[in-house]
């Protein structure tokens, strides 16, 4: 499944600097603080990896295996501990999953205590989409966590090559995600940037097998697709590792 998923993050946003910061571990008790290239301490030495996005996007903290968001001027955005969080296209808005607790959501920058986890799964789909899962139906939800429909259906997943050729030949716009309404047929849905579900024809030749792999939805994929900590640069001649 992370293989479909090439839509991924790093070098897809504006304002992708990771070259004007750093993080460093200090010696006697391998703590992590994140800095500015110039100097500037952003985080307390506390944690013990960071997680760059964007300029725009907060930096997430790991410590003891959980994680928080800080803003790149030091200040912590939320309260309580999550064991998942990921970065959506929009900086204001991550996904989560809090400590201890079994759903997903979409936290909100601007008013995080109000985000509500409710999702059994959050998983991407083209063009920084996503498909969510609630009380067994999957629904489609914009780059920003918002819901494009209330429908529910049966599946709804990260379209193929096939998919794409299919659609361009009935449709204008962008294909985003491609579903199904249920299992009685062969007949798939398309879903386009509007929010649009097209029915669809099934595939020449299409195997179940392929279907069956294309509505697999492995929890909270987008984790594995987040950009990668900022690079290590070497460590200067004192008692502080850089990092």
Not at 76 to 88: D, E, I, N, V
């Amino acid at each position: 499944y992370r293989d479909r998923y090439a839509e991924s993050f790093y070098g897809k946003l504006p304002k992708q600097q990771p070259d004007r910061y750093y993080s460093i571990r200090r010696g006697n008790d391998q703590s992590v603080a994140f800095f500015r290239a110039d100097g500037r301490q952003i985080t307390p030495f506390e944690y013990k990896e960071f997680t760059y996005c964007s300029d725009l996007h907060p930096v997430l903290a790991l410590k003891d295996g959980l994680r928080t968001a800080f803003d790149l001027n030091g200040k912590k955005l939320l309260s309580g501990s999550f064991s998942h969080l990921g970065f959506t296209k929009d900086p204001r808005v991550l996904i989560g999953k809090r400590a201890n607790e079994d759903g997903y959501g979409f936290i909100h920058l601007d008013r995080p205590d109000a985000a509500k986890f409710e999702y059994e799964t959050i998983a991407p789909c083209k063009a920084f989409f996503f498909a969510v899962i609630k009380g067994g139906k999957y629904y489609l939800h914009d780059p920003s966590g918002k819901p494009m429909s209330f429908e529910g259906f049966a599946s709804i997943g990260m379209p193929g090559r096939e998919d794409h050729v299919a659609f361009r030949q009935q449709h204008k716009g962008k294909l985003v995600a491609r579903g199904r309404r249920n299992f009685d047929t062969d007949n798939w849905v398309a879903f386009d940037e509007k929010g649009k579900a097209w029915d669809m024809a099934p595939l020449p030749d299409e195997a179940p097998e392929f279907v069956e792999q294309e509505v697999v939805l492995a929890p909270m994929a987008v984790m594995e697709e987040m950009p990668k900590p900022v690079p290590v640069p070497p460590a200067p001649p004192s008692d502080a590792k850089v990092h």
